[in-house]
Nanobody
Framework: QVQLVESGGGLVQAGGSLRLSCAAS????????FGWYRQAPGNQRDFIAV???????DYAGSVKGRFTISRDNTKNTVYLQAGSLTAEDTAVYYC?????????????WGQGTQVTVSS
């Protein structure tokens, strides 16, 4: 099992920035990717960014150039630096970790952290 705890959410003015953190604990060996999704009220949960064990990254088009995902393997922590925020970025942000086993890759989720952007 992998436990994920997000932090860093809050209220920010439009144009501002936040850094979200997600710390993993438990069975953190063989985590091959960390990522972030977000969910606005009434919407589905949407992919934001992913980083694999090699440091390769991918982003949703809506955040590319504004958000940066990074990881610190020594701390088993993934970060999401979110900048140039707009009201459309208001959502609950969830991190996830994909951990490989012999039979499958299991995805674990954090509890979410609220980001509210005021215009």
């Amino acid at each position: 099992q992998v436990q994920l705890v997000e932090s860093g959410g809050g209220l920010v003015q439009a144009g501002g920035s936040l850094r979200l953190s997600c710390a993993a604990s438990g069975s953190t060996d063989r985590i091959n990717a960390f990522g972030w999704y977000r969910q606005a009220p009434g919407n589905q949960r949407d992919f934001i960014a992913v980083i694999n064990s090699s440091g390769d990254t991918d982003y949703a088009g809506s955040v590319k150039g504004r958000f940066t995902i990074s990881r610190d393997n020594t701390k088993n922590t993934v970060y999401l630096q979110a900048g140039s925020l707009t009201a459309e970025d208001t959502a609950v942000y969830y991190c996830y970790a994909d951990r490989a086993t012999w039979f499958a890759t299991n995805r674990y989720w954090g509890q979410g952290t609220q980001v509210t952007v005021s215009s």
